[in-house]
């Protein structure tokens, strides 16, 4: 017998919710970025929470897809950064407040 | 155990396969070309991608109009009107921003098939967001169609605000494509399935007695689509990418995506979740209005022009949740009709932006445009068009927008849902006419030079016009292609 | 008789339309002749038709010309009613409006607007005719606007004085007041008898309840204290004369001015109906009378002396139809338009002679020089005074009688004013022709000239009718006198007690010596002085401060409110509303725009808590 | 209570799971040389693989640590340290004002909203697998998850396609760029 | 019944003019020679139609030239014209009002673009009177804003972007509620008659409605049209906008653009929700003599004349207002015709102005005085018109205001009442500005003034004559328009009776 699926899940909304506040708070767009991927980690456990509990391999399958998404979203995220960082040296998202109102 | 692959019905493929494989021939093209590749050849490309597409679409019509609505690869993917319908919207704005980026290239100095490339495959993904009928597949077409915006908001190295841009609106966008995901993994979790014909099927032979799962995930998904199309509290991402990022991207997003991410909405909404109706519609009231007032009244402020679009753009998705709000099938149809629309009008007007704005895409100020419409009575009258059919002036297609999303609220019983959001318009109507009032303002002494007008961009600026007008006097055909899409997809 | 009455009627216009369309060229003598000759025409024809009338059984034509209004329930031919009442009026108006054009063709020789004032002059006299021909009260309103319309025209002639424009625009603003009245009047009448034709509204009369009939005849007396210069608006009528001076012996004093009594005359059987309202009537009649008669004792100038005498008599006029005596009231109109018309004439030849000046204390001795202005000025001033046998001594006795019948305190009222008259009419006429010679500065020393035959003839044709136009009524020819012509169109009112002979004898030597007590009085004080403040009280000479009253409650009041209105409540309060919503608008946008701060993680921050808040409202939906 | 009802294993691989998971996660957020960061995500990312191996995800384990440790966490480090490491500054210190307590209670109430709404929903509502079949471990997982991959999921499946053609080509044309402007400079 | 043709043709003529105009824009006063030539022909097909208009084409059944042909199916939206006693009149007026303001506007002869927008507006307003069908009315209603927008805008005076923008925006937002009402009443008739959306206005006003239902629609359909009157106290666009317009614009705005506001009110608000009146007609008619009375206290104040005309015009539209919702035939019928005598007296009053203007550079009541001495037949001009417009008898404006009021009468007293006030009060302020302008004795450069010119004598022609010919005989337009409005008010009774 198993945990029951409930704590999987608070376990994944505070997870998610952790990366959420993070995203607020940090203000380094790299780790922002690594909280975005905590989130996405909530998601993927709650999705094979949900793969437990239904008995459905539909929701292991999504985190495949997840994954893939976060990888390719690391990748041009990434880029991104780097491109920024080259213009203005620096990750901090505050510094960027050039458009506005 | 063996495999059985699921049957695949290629013609509902056939314009994601046309769109996608065209930026796959780019991609290789400009990797085996030993010099960057011609701009032209880059055109011609994805205009034949677009009237391939365009051809199919009619096919597929033909198809759907014999044969009603089916879903093919594993019920995956549907094919029914109202995806033909956002196919060719899609299409259509792919092809008039190729246009303008084809010019635009050429000035900006951004060579090679990179950017037709993102822009092929941002659209590959609004394609599939718009015929996709799994939730997980709704995410996939979003992150491709969101990926290729992020890199293409940044494509301007000219100019800081390019890469500021796309740091926003990727750090902005991955957090609303993690609650998107999250949403859709407890819709999962409610439904026991993301694909939203089984979705419906569960809601539809369940009564479900504690909702609160499902609502946590729809609240989730709401949240999702309701960054994607910029309805406001989640809009903020919107001014300053629109200004940021190049102009004739900041078309692409408008038009685009509110395409692709407005027809999901309604398909995740309306058809899958259509049960819970009264659950949404409190929220979607609430988010018609703040979207509505907000992007009216903050477009009031503005004195660059894109950050002026961008907040008509919100007010235009305040209408078109307008059609999403009421969850009905007229609903559906006015919405429809409503990105249909304003989809090309958009795109062409960020193609006169993309003029004026010049060599570095940096004259974007109102004031430059002082006596356009007198000095260039073709081009600003032009303008003049495509902004007085978003501001639903009548015998522009814009008018009908609104009216037909407006009499879906009125049929369902929203009168002062209706009386908020015209009068949102009466306000944006101030910033619209703003804009017009200088253009055709006496010049001033120094005589700004003559906005130089290429022949791609001038057509994309022409098409944008005639479908404002001619739709706009004639109306009916698009209508009713609109009415039956939606007949075609709601039973 | 329709074709007469309709010609009567165009004959004025024609020449108007004649007159505007000759060509600027043509010579004074033209336009002169033309336009006199067309209302000398107007007059044969009416002199034709009264002894048609004469001749007739009935004594009433209906002329219908053409449907002008038809509307639903409404319908306002434009029609004529020819009767008793309605050719006594065109008679005399013709009569002294031909006598007059033709004065005028002399006085305002070399006017630069020469011709222009010809056409007003006919169109007023076709106005006029409309007024009293009129068969139902709307074209009577039609007339009652025109001649206020061509009386706007004429006082302003001489619109590059500030003072003239303004009494211009003064008189037509009273007028319109009045107006207000004659239209509610209509409103009433209509919305209960579906009918404004005279004839039907008479004959419906009697379903009108006794508060309608009385604020008909309110509304009706408001109409004629406004064009008859009555109280409370009388004092147009002195500013109006402004205008060249024929035109105020023809509009001020002869015909417009009566068209009040006409019209309150011609509603008799409504008037007929209150009491109350007749009494009222009679009141103001009697209280103008004898505050228009004080205030023309303190005048210096000669128009204003004989524009308050005008107002006066209108006074006894109102209050003779107040008392229900319309016959004696129509008797002095026709009496009042013949001398009166011949002081104002006169009037205008002493003015002519003195290169237009009007001050009385500049004047005097003149009846050396003025051979016939002098006697009939003489004449007029016998009659107005109420000396037999001239026509005002008849006519004023016959109202007096008929106030004395019906109210003591009325007759009192109108004796006293008779002296006044009597008084401020001999000053005048003292300090004129009488005295030492005060007015060679005036005339650079040199002597005045007698005007020309155009402007004396008809000074001696009006003479000659101010003399003997008392026979029209006598008391003792009762028969085929001027009352019994007309008391077939007369509303009834039952006197209150017969007079007998004796009462009337006392009655007569009571006017009588109220003529010779005023006359007497002027004499002693005038003849030796030619100002004096102890006989000219600043009161009076102010009007009783009237025009100060209306300029201190309504005039200065409602200019501050329309001021306020339009520099204030306009811009401020209701536009002031639309500029909160605007600048509600863009303070949000202000607002807002701070929210929109370029941080990423404020709009990070604003989606979380909207995703907040759709969380918090499911929950809550959840229970 | 808790042990009666469960096994203790279950229980202990349950705790070990949450501890690496927040304690990553807690990390990621305190930390200020993004290196730290970036390992604390490890943390967290092998702790999640925990909770899937719990949950009969044997394969889905494989390719977190894989995939997420080994290849995107790498990523990352690499990123961090081609930047340099101590641009971190000030991080400490929150600039916009009221941004921290409102980004907690924004965040706390969305999170226990949601936990309230599974909660009022006893946690799951879903139909149960058509197949009715309970989930295999091991191979049988594999398996199963391939099938799911090539039929259900076959449409997204080669949807990625293009999602992943974006992300070289997009990760492409950021490097470019790059170097192309380098030389015109 | 006669042929539609004729309407299509007053739609299509103008946009024709407005096309040759922007075409001949090359050669020398060549758009103008064009908008001048649509002009005629559009006024003299006029005239052909309103000679020929049918009142009793079948029974009761009022309107002639009448065709409908859906154009789009799921808008409802349809192309539904017909002439009837009620649009007759506008007809003409929109045709005559064209002709003036472009005979105004000759100081503009050489913008085509200015001609154009002229005509433009003239077609869309056109539309709008011969709509029968609710949406295709709004879409012409609203269609207006755009030319008048830009005539404002382009040409207009010193403020004109200021007065552009408030009276577009002010408009817009008044219509608003119009659409939304329209499509309700639609759609509440479409549930209950099924078939397909219809907004043609003979199947709207069989709908029934409840009553809080219907006051509701009432003041949504109202708010609009007292905007555009405008009906106090939405009208603080329209000094604005009329005194910064160009002479053509101030014409077409005041004399034409206001009766679309008294129009709708008449055939959209009182036609399509009666049953309303119970409840609303204290109030608008409350607002109508308020309306009077404070135009006319604020024109008195004013220190320019087009802002005098522009009051004086918030005081005709009260007026105006007062008859159409009066319930009574006879002052439904003196709107009407005020609705044209005030069109024909306000563009006298606006080309007078643009006149005094082209001279003086000004129209400030302060820089002008003692006009009459050098400009004789100037000053007689404004007489006439200003004798019209203060309801002189024997001039148009008489016969209308006397309809208005003594039909209100019958069935309103007390508003009727203290409406009469406004004959006074229209007096007092036109005859002071009079004096103040005309009067006096003129000096500095107001002494030398040129008299009207041959050219501007021949404008003001047409406006004298009809000032004139409709104050002596009336009863011809009367007749033309009873039937349609004797209808209408029976309509309306049965509707309001309990």
């Known amino acids: 017998m198993n945990v029951p699926a409930a704590w999987y899940l608070v376990l994944a909304a505070v997870l998610f919710g952790i990366g959420a506040y993070g995203l607020l708070t940090r203000r380094s767009a790299l780790i922002m970025f690594m909280c975005v991927e905590l989130m996405l980690n909530a998601v993927n456990l709650t999705f094979v929470t949900f793969a437990r509990t239904l008995s459905d391999i539909g929701g292991q399958?999504?985190?495949?897809?997840?994954?893939?998404?976060?990888a390719a979203e690391v990748t041009v995220g990434l880029g991104i950064v780097v491109a920024v960082f080259r213009r203005r040296h620096s990750t901090s998202v505050d510094e960027l407040t050039e458009m506005k109102g | 155990m063996s495999l059985t692959i699921p049957s695949i019905h290629y013609l509902a493929l056939l314009p994601v396969l046309t769109i996608f494989g065209a930026a796959v021939v780019l991609t290789v093209l400009s990797a085996l070309a030993r010099r960057p590749l011609r701009p032209a050849a880059s055109l011609a490309v994805v205009l034949a991608a677009c009237v391939a597409v365009l051809v199919e679409g009619f096919v597929q019509w033909s198809y759907v109009a014999d044969h009603g609505a089916t879903t093919t690869v594993a019920h995956a993917v549907v094919l029914d009107g109202f995806a033909v319908v956002g196919t060719v919207a899609v299409a259509l704005a792919l092809a008039l921003s190729a246009l303008v980026v084809y010019d635009w290239g050429e000035r900006a100095r951004v060579f090679g098939a990179e950017v037709p490339v993102l822009a092929l495959a941002s659209s590959a993904g609004a394609l599939l967001m718009v015929q996709a009928n799994d939730l997980i597949v709704v995410f996939l077409g979003l992150e491709t169609l969101s990926l290729g915006l992020y890199v293409l908001a940044g494509v301007d190295r000219h100019r800081t605000g390019s890469s500021e841009a796309a740091l926003k609106y990727f750090l902005l966008g991955s957090f609303a494509s993690a609650i998107f995901i999250y949403g859709v993994a407890l819709v999962y979790g409610a439904t026991g399935s993301t694909n939203l014909s089984s979705i419906a099927y569960f809601l539809g032979t369940n009564v479900v007695l504690r909702p609160g799962l499902l609502y946590a995930g729809g609240a989730l998904l709401l949240v999702g689509f309701g960054f994607k199309v910029a309805a406001v509290p989640f809009h903020q991402w919107s001014p300053d990418v629109y200004q940021g990022s190049p102009t004739p991207v900041t078309g692409m997003m408008a038009s685009i995506v509110k395409v692709g991410a407005f027809l999901a909405l309604v398909r995740v909404l309306v058809s899958a979740l259509g049960t819970q109706l009264d659950t949404w519609r409190p929220i979607l009231y609430a988010l018609v209005i703040a979207t509505c007032v907000v992007g009216a009244v903050l477009g009031l402020a503005q004195r660059d022009v894109k950050r002026l679009l961008a907040y008509s753009s919100i007010n235009q998705a305040g209408f078109m949740l307008l059609g999403v709000w009421t969850g009905s099938a007229a609903g559906a149809a006015g919405t429809l009709f409503y990105v249909l629309t304003y989809a090309p009008v958009v795109v062409a007007t960020f193609a006169v932006v993309?003029?004026?704005?010049?060599?570095?895409?940096?004259?974007?100020?109102?004031?430059?445009?002082?006596?356009?419409?007198?000095?260039?009575?073709?081009?600003?009258?032009?303008?003049?068009?495509?902004?007085?059919?978003?501001?639903?002036?009548?015998?522009?297609?814009?008018?009908?927008?609104k009216y037909a999303v407006l009499s879906a609220t009125l049929r369902s019983g929203g009168g002062a849902l209706a009386l908020v959001a015209l009068l949102s318009a009466a306000i944006a109507a101030a910033f619209y006419l703003r804009w017009v009032m200088v253009l055709v303002a006496e010049e001033t002494e120094d005589g700004a030079e003559r906005v130089a007008v290429p022949r791609a961009t001038g057509l994309a600026i022409l098409v944008g016009v005639a479908v404002a007008v001619v739709f706009g006097v004639w109306p009916g055909p698009v209508a009713a292609w609109a009415q039956h899409a939606t007949l075609l997809f709601l039973p | 008789m329709a074709a007469l009455a309709t010609l009567i009627l165009l004959l004025p216009l024609a020449g108007a339309l004649l007159a505007m369309s000759v060509p600027r060229r043509a010579s004074e003598r033209a336009v002169g002749s033309l336009t006199t000759?067309?209302?000398?025409?107007?007059?044969?024809?009416?002199?034709?038709?009264?002894?048609?009338?004469?001749?007739?059984?009935?004594?009433?034509?209906?002329?219908?010309?053409?449907?002008?209004?038809?509307?639903?329930?409404?319908?306002?031919?434009?029609?004529?009613?020819?009767?008793?009442?309605?050719?006594?009026?065109?008679?005399?108006?013709?009569?002294?409006?031909?006598?007059?054009?033709?004065?005028?063709?002399?006085?305002?020789?070399?006017?630069?607007d020469f011709r222009k004032f010809f056409v007003y002059l006919n169109l007023f006299v076709f106005s006029m005719l409309v007024l009293v021909l009129s068969g139902t009260l709307v074209m009577t309103f039609v007339g009652w606007e025109g001649v206020g319309a061509c009386s706007y025209w004429l006082v302003s002639y001489y619109f590059d004085r500030d003072s003239a424009a303004s009494a211009g625009k003064k008189a037509f603003l009273y007028n319109r007041v009045g107006d207000v009245g004659l239209l509610l009047a209509m409103f009433l009448l209509f919305s209960r008898l579906h009918t404004l034709s005279y004839l039907s509204v008479f004959s419906r009369a009697g379903q009108l309840s006794p508060t309608v009939a009385t604020l008909v005849v309110l509304a009706l007396l408001l109409a004629a204290t406004g064009k008859s210069a009555q109280i409370p608006?009388?004092?147009?009528?002195?500013?109006?004369?402004?205008?060249?001076?024929?035109?105020?012996?023809?509009?001020?004093?002869?015909?417009?001015?009566?068209?009040?009594?006409?019209?309150?005359?011609?509603?008799?059987?409504?008037?007929?109906?209150?009491?109350?309202?007749?009494?009222?009537?009679?009141?103001?009649?009697?209280?103008?009378?004898?505050?228009?008669?004080?205030v023309a004792t303190a005048q210096r100038d000669i128009k204003k002396v004989l524009a308050f005498s005008t107002v006066s008599q209108i006074g006894y006029m109102v209050l003779a139809v107040g008392v229900g005596a319309y016959g004696a009231a129509i008797f002095l109109m026709v009496a009042h338009a013949f001398y009166k018309a011949l002081l104002f004439l006169g009037a205008g030849s002493v003015i002519h002679s003195l290169h237009g000046e009007q001050d009385l204390g500049r004047m005097g001795g003149l009846a050396r020089y003025l051979p016939l202005t002098y006697p009939t000025f003489l004449v007029a001033w016998l009659a107005i005074a109420g000396i037999p046998p001239f026509a005002g001594f008849f006519a004023k006795g016959d109202v007096l009688t008929n106030a004395y019948l019906h109210d003591k305190f009325l007759w009192a009222l109108g004796v006293v004013t008779a002296v006044l008259t009597a008084y401020?009419?001999?000053?005048?006429?003292?300090?004129?022709?009488?005295?030492?010679?005060?007015?060679?500065?005036?005339?650079?020393?040199?002597?005045?000239?007698?005007?020309?035959?155009?402007?004396?003839?008809?000074?001696?044709?009006?003479?000659?009718?101010?003399?003997?136009?008392?026979?029209?009524?006598?008391?003792?020819?009762?028969?085929?006198?001027?009352?019994t012509f007309l008391h077939p169109v007369l509303g009834y009112v039952a006197p209150v007690v017969g007079a007998t002979t004796a009462t009337q004898w006392t009655l007569a030597a009571v006017d009588v010596a109220a003529a010779v007590v005023g006359l007497a009085a002027a004499y002693s004080v005038w003849s030796s002085r030619s100002s004096d403040s102890r006989y000219e009280w600043p009161f009076l000479a102010r009007v009783w401060h009237w025009d100060d009253a209306y300029d201190t409650v309504i005039g200065r009041p409602l200019t501050r409110v329309a001021g306020v209105a339009e520099a204030v409540v306009e811009p401020r309060v209701i536009d002031g509303a639309v500029a909160a919503v605007a600048g509600a608008a863009r303070h949000g946008a202000l607002g807002l725009r701070k929210a929109q701060s370029g941080f990423v993680r404020h709009y990070a921050l604003a989606t979380a808590l909207g995703l907040c808040v759709v969380v918090v409202y499911l929950v809550a939906r959840v229970g | 209570m808790i042990a009666t009802a469960y096994a203790v294993p279950s229980i202990l691989v349950f705790v070990t799971a949450a501890v690496l998971i927040v304690v990553g996660a807690l990390g990621v957020l305190a930390v200020r040389n993004p290196v730290h960061a970036a390992l604390s995500l490890i943390l967290t990312l092998f702790g999640v693989a925990v909770a899937f191996i719990a949950q009969s995800a044997d394969f889905l384990a494989a390719v977190q640590v894989i995939v997420y440790a080994g290849a995107i966490v790498v990523l990352f480090l690499f990123v961090i340290m081609f930047l340099g490491v101590g641009f971190s500054r000030h991080d400490h210190v929150e600039p916009l004002v009221g941004q921290r307590p409102l980004a907690a209670l924004g965040v706390a109430v969305t999170v226990g909203g949601i936990i309230a709404l599974l909660a009022s929903s006893h946690w799951v509502t879903g139909a149960t697998s058509a197949s009715g079949s309970s989930l295999a471990t091991g191979t049988g997982n594999v398996h199963q998850l391939g099938t799911a991959v090539f039929t259900t999921y076959l449409y997204a499946f080669e949807a990625t396609a293009a999602l992943l053609v974006i992300a070289v080509v997009g990760a492409v044309i950021l490097a470019r760029r790059e170097r192309a402007t380098e030389e015109a400079e | 019944m006669h042929s539609s043709w004729y309407l299509a043709a007053l739609l299509v003529v103008p946009l024709l003019g407005a096309l040759g105009a922007l075409l001949a824009a090359r050669t020398r006063d060549g758009a103008y020679r064009v908008a001048v030539g649509a002009s005629i022909v559009e006024l003299a097909l006029t005239l052909v139609v309103a000679f020929l208009y049918d009142p009793h084409v079948a029974g009761a059944h009022t309107l002639d030239f009448a065709t409908r042909h859906v154009l789009a199916a799921p808008f409802g939206l349809a192309y539904d014209v017909g002439l009837d006693g009620i649009s007759l009149l506008l007809v003409v007026l929109t045709s005559l009002v064209l002709c003036l303001a472009l005979l105004g506007a000759r100081d503009r002869r050489r913008e085509p673009a200015f001609v154009a927008w002229l005509l433009v507006l003239t077609a869309c307003t056109m539309g709008s009177f011969l709509a029968q069908d609710g949406l295709e009315f709004f879409v012409f209603f609203e269609l207006t804003l755009v030319p008048s927008y830009f005539i404002v805008a382009e040409w207009g005076g010193a403020e004109r972007a200021r007065a552009a923008l408030k009276f577009f925006v002010y408009t817009f937002t008044g219509s608003a509620a119009l659409l939304v009402g329209l499509i309700y009443l639609a759609v509440a008739h479409q549930n209950q008659v099924g078939g397909p959306l219809t907004f043609a206005f003979g199947a709207l006003a069989a709908t029934t409605l409840s009553h809080g239902t219907a006051v509701w629609l009432f003041v949504a359909f109202a708010v609009a049209f007292a905007v555009k009157s405008p009906i106090w106290p939405l009208h603080t666009w329209s000094p604005l906008a009329y005194a910064e317009a160009p002479t053509g614009g101030s014409i077409e705005l005041s004399a034409l653009l206001a009766k679309l506001g008294s129009y709708g009110l008449l055939r959209v608000a009182v036609g399509l929700v009666p049953l309303a009146l119970v409840d609303v007609r204290p109030v608008v008619l409350t607002l109508a003599v308020v309306g009077i009375l404070y135009g006319s206290l604020v024109a008195c104040a004013t220190p320019d004349l087009k802002r005098l005309v522009a009051y004086s015009s918030l005081a005709q539209m009260g007026f105006i207002t007062l008859g159409v919702m009066s319930g009574s035939a006879i002052a439904t019928e003196g709107a009407l015709l005020l609705m044209f005598n005030h069109g024909v007296i306000t563009a006298g009053f606006f080309l007078l102005i643009g006149f005094v203007e082209r001279r003086r550079a000004s129209y400030q009541i302060r820089d002008l005085a003692g006009l009459q001495g050098p400009a004789p037949v100037?000053?007689?001009?404004?007489?006439?018109?200003?004798?019209?417009?203060?309801?002189?008898?024997?001039?148009?404006?008489?016969?209308?205001?006397?309809?208005?009021l003594i039909g209100t009468f019958t069935t309103h007293a007390w508003w009727a009442a203290f409406a009469t006030l406004g004959v006074l009060a229209s007096a007092a302020y036109l005859l002071w500005a009079f004096q103040r302008v005309f009067h006096g004795r003129a000096q500095g450069p107001n002494e030398h003034l040129e008299d009207a010119r041959r050219a501007e004598r021949w404008v003001m022609v047409p406006v004298v004559v009809l000032v004139v010919a409709l104050g002596v005989f009336p009863q011809p337009v009367l007749n033309r328009i009873a039937p349609s409005v004797h209808q209408l008010v029976a309509h309306e009774i049965a509707a309001v009776r309990p």
């Open chain 1, 61 to 70: 399958a999504s985190v495949f897809f997840v994954m893939v998404v976060a």
């Open chain 2, 354 to 401: 993309t003029l004026v704005g010049g060599v570095g895409d940096t004259r974007h100020a109102i004031d430059g445009y002082r006596g356009l419409a007198r000095r260039q009575p073709w081009l600003g009258g032009a303008l003049v068009v495509l902004l007085l059919s978003q501001l639903g002036a009548p015998l522009t297609v814009g008018f009908y927008a």
């Open chain 3, 37 to 112: 000759g067309v209302v000398g025409a107007s007059f044969v024809l009416a002199v034709a038709a009264f002894l048609v009338l004469l001749h007739h059984q009935h004594r009433e034509f209906s002329v219908h010309l053409f449907t002008w209004i038809s509307v639903g329930s409404l319908h306002v031919p434009a029609s004529l009613l020819v009767d008793p009442l309605s050719i006594t009026m065109a008679l005399f108006v013709t009569g002294i409006s031909a006598l007059i054009h033709l004065y005028s063709t002399g006085y305002m020789h070399g006017e630069r």
């Open chain 3, 233 to 294: 608006l009388f004092n147009w009528l002195p500013d109006a004369m402004e205008g060249p001076t024929p035109v105020s012996a023809l509009i001020h004093a002869a015909t417009m001015v009566t068209a009040g009594v006409y019209l309150l005359v011609r509603m008799s059987p409504v008037l007929a109906l209150s009491s109350s309202g007749r009494l009222t009537i009679a009141v103001i009649g009697g209280v103008t009378a004898f505050v228009a008669a004080t």
């Open chain 3, 424 to 483: 401020y009419m001999s000053r005048l006429f003292v300090l004129c022709f009488r005295g030492e010679e005060r007015f060679r500065g005036v005339t650079h020393g040199a002597d005045p000239h007698e005007s020309p035959w155009v402007m004396t003839l008809p000074l001696v044709v009006l003479a000659v009718l101010a003399a003997l136009g008392g026979v029209i009524d006598l008391p003792w020819a009762h028969g085929r006198s001027l009352a």
């Open chain 5, 378 to 404: 100037l000053a007689a001009l404004f007489t006439v018109v200003m004798m019209a417009s203060i309801g002189l008898p024997g001039l148009s404006g008489f016969v209308s205001e006397y309809l208005i």
